[in-house]
């Protein structure tokens, strides 16, 4: 447009044109052709002047002098910006600026080739400047978070620069050819039921390629490139996976930078949900798709997109329509594209047991995309959100939250779950007056969002997890080797230094029964995670079968997920416990073994279930004769830790490879009668709080005590026998007092020794 000003006006000036101007007019139209002129070249410049992190480098590198590097980088527009996408306000920076410390002098700087942009010289400076590293950190900012706000300051500015190339291949590729459609046939209507595929908000405000989704796109672009044959089946349980990467495909169409055969084509989506409404006579519906298919061949440029193919192909089987039959000559066709979204399950169920349909696809299988192939998208979405709602995202609160989503929500796939946090942050943080999204921020409201705790701790909590081991015993009675373990493994996971890959924590309890392995797992579900019921529970005896892994995991065969993958996903946050746990059959060993070591495992419809965020505590009574010999020979149960060990992996009750998995393996000992006398004190305790709420009072003696400890000592059974005598002998007696009106609200209940039956010799 420039240019064409410019001769214009350049004719006009000299008038050689059948048009008669007066010397003022001449001069004006000079002006106007000189202005033309340099607009052009400004235009040119723009275009040429080289790539996004040279570019926004040499504005640092002009304005830094020999003496303080640092400080160039702090005051220059790009730095300014990369620290605020570090979450660092400028107040801060000026602050760290002008403080008293030693500049790094730019001589010194041993500048590479990897240095040559933005992110690459921000790392350098990192690696160089102490007093820098210092500084960031001092806000949590390390070196990845550092660079990669860099680089997305280098991107950010590589799109706004992209916008003034006017004749950049991009830009001119995207204005729409007046000759193109008529290259093609005289209809690119395929009707109501075929309509302009449709690009999200964010695909359509990609300038720059990221990439994200290159490598399925590039597959896409080479099955549509085929003479024969030429379409895609997406095989993705997530269909916004499936229409991204479609959308993708068609955004580069629309730039003029998709490969030549792929050029100036149109992408149509087949509404065949309402396709399938309209028609209930099978001819008609068979009409109506070979019109549509013949009209899109007809056309030539179409590339047609089908979402959910076998809810289509199921969809029109009633009206006893043999989809893959009927469409199987125009996916033939070379004059038509196809890209079909299916998900796993309805792969296998429906598409990979018809030959005519399988021939004619060629699969897509997108990689699972985590938290940090995430980040691309999540960094896509930001601007719009920030001129919505007047904020600005930090890079380390971004990363966070795509991490979080990533080990948190338990459902939906990355980065669609990710981007639902994004949505979800932006309002919460304009609630609560946040101007600048920093990293807690993120951590803060997806611990709000999943009553998962992943913020930093805070006082209370902190003064609770410090003092744990106290929490524990006032439920636990002994046990301190066993309560030590469990309490440094969770404040280890708590602190952020354990394992994210892995469950939160995993213990494998050995000893007899009834001496507190339950009731530490209902303890620590209490004091950890605020309820005793933040606790699945499972009793590994009914899992000993053939059928007992289809029944955790499910079965493809009956479309059914399976007990522990629905269990876990409604309680994804707590305390799994597992009972007995020797008694499991062999193949469930294994799925626990994989959940150890992975923190997941996938269940029979292919769908991952989340494990990352359980405490897994195990059970078993294996070893609980050598635990008594050794206590009954008064020696050390740690010291002979490592032997009793040996002995049951020796038994093969356990592989010594799944022992190995767990955090921490803890034998608990048979309880002594001063632990039994605390228990049934304990118990007594917990009956007295029941009377109190009936205006009742229950006195409780030495007598009580001793009494409950000579009825209730089996070593067989530990300390249940003490709850069992306190049922049997104690509340029997004081539920017959209240019955018979001896006792009623207002009295005091006192138990004395001839009210007890004797025990039994």
Same mark, same amino acid.
């Given at each position: 447009?420039?240019?064409?000003?410019?001769?214009?006006?350049?004719?006009?000036?000299?008038?050689?044109?059948?048009?008669?101007?007066?010397?003022?007019?001449?001069?004006?139209?000079?002006?106007?052709?000189?202005?033309?002129?340099?607009?052009?070249?400004?235009?040119?410049?723009?275009?040429?002047?080289?790539?996004?992190?040279?570019?926004?480098?040499?504005?640092?590198?002009?304005?830094?002098?020999?003496?303080?590097?640092?400080?160039?980088?702090?005051?220059?527009?790009?730095?300014?910006?990369?620290?605020?996408?570090?979450?660092?306000?400028?107040?801060?920076?000026?602050?760290?600026?002008?403080?008293?410390?030693?500049?790094?002098?730019?001589?010194?700087?041993?500048?590479?080739?990897?240095?040559?942009?933005?992110?690459?010289?921000?790392?350098?400076?990192?690696?160089?400047?102490?007093?820098?590293?210092?500084?960031?950190?001092?806000?949590?900012?390390?070196?990845?978070?550092?660079?990669?706000?860099?680089?997305?300051?280098?991107?950010?500015?590589?799109?706004?620069?992209?916008?003034?190339?006017?004749?950049?291949?991009?830009?001119?590729?995207?204005?729409?050819?007046?000759?193109?459609?008529?290259?093609?046939?005289?209809?690119?209507?395929?009707?109501?039921?075929?309509?302009?595929?449709?690009?999200?908000?964010?695909?359509?405000?990609?300038?720059?390629?990221?990439?994200?989704?290159?490598?399925?796109?590039?597959?896409?672009?080479?099955?549509?490139?085929?003479?024969?044959?030429?379409?895609?089946?997406?095989?993705?349980?997530?269909?916004?996976?499936?229409?991204?990467?479609?959308?993708?495909?068609?955004?580069?169409?629309?730039?003029?930078?998709?490969?030549?055969?792929?050029?100036?084509?149109?992408?149509?989506?087949?509404?065949?949900?309402?396709?399938?409404?309209?028609?209930?006579?099978?001819?008609?519906?068979?009409?109506?798709?070979?019109?549509?298919?013949?009209?899109?061949?007809?056309?030539?440029?179409?590339?047609?997109?089908?979402?959910?193919?076998?809810?289509?192909?199921?969809?029109?089987?009633?009206?006893?329509?043999?989809?893959?039959?009927?469409?199987?000559?125009?996916?033939?066709?070379?004059?038509?594209?196809?890209?079909?979204?299916?998900?796993?399950?309805?792969?296998?169920?429906?598409?990979?047991?018809?030959?005519?349909?399988?021939?004619?696809?060629?699969?897509?299988?997108?990689?699972?995309?985590?938290?940090?192939?995430?980040?691309?998208?999540?960094?896509?979405?930001?601007?719009?959100?920030?001129?919505?709602?007047?904020?600005?995202?930090?890079?380390?609160?971004?990363?966070?939250?795509?991490?979080?989503?990533?080990?948190?929500?338990?459902?939906?796939?990355?980065?669609?779950?990710?981007? *639902?946090?994004? =949505?979800?942050?932006? !309002?919460? &943080?304009?609630? @609560?007056? #946040?101007?600048?999204?920093? +990293? /807690?921020?993120?951590?803060?409201?997806?611990?709000?969002?999943?009553?998962?705790?992943?913020?930093?701790?805070?006082?209370?909590?902190?003064?609770?997890?410090?003092?744990?081991?106290?929490?524990?015993?006032?439920?636990?009675?002994?046990?301190?080797?066993?309560?030590?373990?469990?309490?440094?493994?969770?404040?280890?996971?708590?602190?952020?230094?354990?394992?994210?890959?892995?469950?939160?924590?995993?213990?494998?309890?050995?000893?007899?029964?009834?001496?507190?392995?339950?009731?530490?797992?209902?303890?620590?579900?209490?004091?950890?995670?605020?309820?005793?019921?933040?606790?699945?529970?499972? *009793?590994?005896? =009914?899992?000993?079968? !053939?059928? &007992?892994?289809? @029944?955790? #995991?499910?079965?493809?065969? +009956? /479309?059914?997920?399976?007990?522990?993958?629905?269990?876990?996903?409604?309680?994804?946050?707590?305390?799994?416990?597992?009972?007995?746990?020797?008694?499991?059959?062999?193949?469930?060993?294994?799925?626990?073994?994989?959940?150890?070591?992975?923190?997941?495992?996938?269940?029979?419809?292919?769908?991952?279930?989340?494990?990352?965020?359980?405490?897994?505590?195990?059970?078993?009574?294996?070893?609980?004769?050598?635990?008594?010999?050794?206590?009954?020979?008064?020696?050390?149960?740690?010291?002979?830790?490592?032997?009793?060990?040996?002995?049951?992996?020796?038994?093969?009750?356990?592989?010594?490879?799944?022992?190995?998995?767990?955090?921490?393996?803890?034998?608990?000992?048979?309880?002594?009668?001063?632990?039994? +006398?605390?228990?049934?004190?304990?118990?007594?305790?917990?009956?007295?709080?029941?009377?109190?709420?009936?205006?009742?009072?229950?006195?409780?003696?030495?007598?009580?005590?001793?009494?409950?400890?000579?009825?209730?000592?089996?070593?067989?059974?530990?300390?249940?026998?003490?709850?069992?005598?306190?049922?049997?002998?104690?509340?029997?007696?004081?539920?017959?007092?209240?019955?018979?009106?001896?006792?009623?609200?207002?009295?005091?209940?006192?138990?004395?020794?001839?009210?007890?039956?004797?025990?039994?010799?």
């Amino acid at each position: 447009m420039a240019l064409l000003f410019a001769v214009a006006s350049f004719l006009f000036s000299f008038g050689p044109m059948p048009l008669y101007f007066g010397a003022a007019d001449g001069l004006f139209f000079l002006f106007l052709f000189l202005y033309g002129l340099f607009s052009l070249l400004e235009f040119f410049y723009n275009s040429m002047k080289g790539t996004a992190g040279d570019y926004s480098l040499s504005e640092v590198i002009f304005a830094t002098d020999e003496i303080d590097a640092t400080r160039a980088l702090c005051e220059s527009h790009s730095g300014q910006e990369i620290f605020v996408r570090a979450g660092i306000a400028p107040k801060q920076v000026q602050d760290f600026v002008y403080a008293n410390r030693v500049p790094v002098i730019v001589s010194i700087l041993a500048i590479e080739e990897s240095h040559t942009n933005l992110a690459g010289y921000a790392g350098l400076l990192y690696d160089s400047d102490k007093s820098l590293q210092s500084f960031l950190a001092s806000y949590s900012v390390n070196k990845i978070e550092w660079q990669g706000a860099a680089n997305w300051v280098d991107l950010s500015r590589e799109k706004r620069r992209q916008r003034e190339r006017f004749w950049s291949r991009e830009n001119l590729g995207a204005i729409p050819s007046v000759g193109t459609s008529w290259a093609y046939g005289v209809s690119q209507d395929l009707g109501v039921y075929g309509v302009a595929f449709e690009l999200t908000t964010r695909i359509a405000s990609i300038e720059t390629d990221n990439g994200y989704r290159a490598k399925e796109v590039s597959a896409l672009e080479s099955i549509l490139e085929r003479r024969e044959e030429s379409n895609a089946l997406i095989v993705e349980d997530d269909e916004s996976v499936a229409r991204d990467i479609a959308g993708r495909l068609y955004k580069k169409i629309k730039l003029g930078t998709a490969p030549a055969k792929l050029e100036h084509k149109s992408m149509i989506e087949l509404d065949w949900q309402r396709l399938v409404s309209d028609f209930k006579e099978k001819n008609e519906l068979e009409a109506e798709l070979l019109k549509l298919f013949g009209g899109a061949i007809a056309a030539g440029n179409v590339i047609l997109y089908i979402r959910d193919f076998s809810g289509f192909a199921a969809g029109v089987k009633p009206l006893g329509l043999n989809l893959p039959s009927l469409l199987s000559p125009y996916l033939a066709s070379p004059d038509l594209q196809v890209v079909a979204h299916t998900t796993s399950i309805d792969f296998h169920f429906f598409i990979e047991t018809s030959p005519a349909l399988l021939e004619r696809f060629e699969r897509v299988i997108p990689d699972k995309a985590g938290a940090e192939a995430s980040l691309p998208v999540l960094l896509e979405r930001v601007p719009g959100l920030e001129r919505t709602y007047k904020i600005i995202f930090s890079y380390p609160a971004i990363r966070t939250l795509s991490e979080l989503s990533e080990r948190l929500v338990t459902y939906g796939e990355m980065p669609s779950k990710a981007l *639902d946090s994004l =949505e979800g942050l932006a !309002p919460w &943080a304009v609630k @609560r007056g #946040i101007r600048l999204v920093r +990293e /807690n921020d993120a951590a803060e409201f997806m611990q709000e969002k999943t009553g998962i705790k992943v913020a930093e701790l805070k006082a209370g909590e902190a003064e609770r997890i410090e003092r744990l081991e106290d929490l524990l015993h006032e439920r636990v009675v002994g046990q301190d080797e066993a309560i030590r373990l469990v309490a440094s493994a969770i404040r280890r996971a708590r602190s952020g230094v354990g394992n994210p890959k892995r469950p939160t924590a995993s213990f494998l309890f050995f000893g007899p029964t009834g001496v507190g392995k339950t009731e530490v797992s209902k303890a620590l579900a209490e004091s950890f995670f605020g309820d005793e019921k933040k606790m699945i529970r499972f *009793d590994m005896s =009914e899992y000993s079968g !053939p059928e &007992a892994l289809s @029944r955790l #995991i499910g079965s493809f065969s +009956e /479309n059914k997920s399976g007990i522990l993958a629905g269990r876990v996903r409604d309680n994804p946050y707590g305390v799994m416990l597992l009972d007995e746990f020797e008694k499991s059959a062999p193949d469930v060993l294994d799925l626990f073994l994989q959940i150890l070591d992975e923190g997941s495992f996938t269940d029979a419809l292919g769908k991952e279930v989340n494990c990352r965020n359980l405490i897994i505590i195990a059970t078993s009574n294996a070893g609980s004769q050598i635990i008594w010999n050794t206590v009954k020979a008064d020696k050390s149960l740690e010291a002979e830790k490592s032997k009793i060990i040996d002995s049951i992996i020796e038994e093969k009750t356990f592989r010594p490879e799944l022992v190995n998995r767990f955090d921490a393996t803890i034998l608990f000992h048979p309880l002594k009668n001063t632990e039994l +006398e605390s228990i049934a004190r304990l118990g007594l305790e917990k009956l007295a709080l029941r009377l109190k709420e009936k205006n009742m009072e229950l006195v409780i003696n030495e007598a009580l005590v001793n009494f409950l400890v000579q009825k209730g000592s089996d070593p067989q059974f530990g300390g249940r026998s003490i709850n069992r005598a306190i049922q049997t002998e104690v509340e029997d007696l004081i539920a017959k007092k209240i019955v018979s009106g001896e006792v009623r609200e207002g009295s005091r209940i006192e138990i004395k020794s001839e009210d007890l039956s004797p025990p039994t010799p």
